[in-house]
């Protein structure tokens, strides 16, 4: 059921089988997919702990739920997963997905983050959340549901996410992704940074994605 007329989802229900790696381009592929009309996305490759199989599990979920779709089914996580979505008490955010193993609902604050980008009035939602472990940072941002006329610039995400994250981290690679362009970032440490850009057309409602990985800059006391 296509958002319009009913033409580009498909009616059929859909197993997938995500693997472990660290490709964007591959992640992109495979979960902006088309549509199906039931989900269920097994994780049992995915053995550790990763933000880019999180954030664009949750970007898909809030895609199906403005075009008023069942909630993705999530099985197959391992241990480590289901030890940290309950640590960090990711599915107490009301996420757009459910997981068919047991979590523990521990009970706690939700942990917000002060991001300055974002926050514009574009898009009725917006989700960040941060991983944040040894000397590096991991996260995403998620924005659905354009509210504003008009384009928005996936240029002036990325200024802005540079200004955030400058202040604490460095910037190792990000990824920027709307539903029909996206940048990928590399800083590597031989050379000046690199920027590639491609168009990526989709069917999919106007959204705005981000994954990232920083590095954090070491804090230096007086003596």
Do not use: C
């Not at 495979?30 to 053995?47: A, Y």
């Not at 550790?48 to 089914?73: A, C, H, N, S, W």
């Not at 029909?180 to 920027?195: D, G, I, Q």
């Amino acid at each position: 059921m296509n958002r319009l007329d009913g033409s580009f989802v498909s009616s059929q229900a859909g197993v997938f089988y995500p693997y472990q790696h660290q490709d964007f381009y591959a992640m992109d592929s495979l979960f902006l997919s088309p549509l199906k009309g039931e989900e269920i996305w097994d994780f049992q490759s995915i053995t550790q702990v990763q933000l880019g199989f999180l954030g664009f599990l949750t970007l898909r979920g809030y895609l199906r739920e403005q075009l008023q779709m069942p909630k993705i089914k999530v099985r197959g996580l391992s241990k480590h997963w289901r030890s940290y979505l309950a640590k960090e008490n990711f599915l107490g955010n009301e996420i757009p997905w459910e997981t068919l193993d047991f979590i523990p609902n521990l009970v706690g604050e939700k942990t917000e983050f002060d991001s300055s980008f974002g926050k514009k009035g574009h898009w009725d939602v917006e989700f960040h959340f941060e991983r944040k472990e040894g000397d590096t940072t991991s996260l995403f941002f998620v924005a659905t549901n354009k509210q504003s006329e008009g384009d928005v610039a996936i240029s002036d995400l990325m200024k802005e996410f540079l200004l955030y994250s400058q202040t604490n981290h460095y910037l190792e690679r990000a990824y920027i992704r709307k539903e029909n362009s996206s940048y990928l970032y590399l800083n590597a440490k031989e050379t000046n940074p690199r920027v590639f850009y491609r168009e990526n057309n989709t069917e999919f409602p106007a959204f705005l994605f981000l994954v990232a990985e920083l590095k954090n800059k070491s804090i230096i006391h007086p003596n």
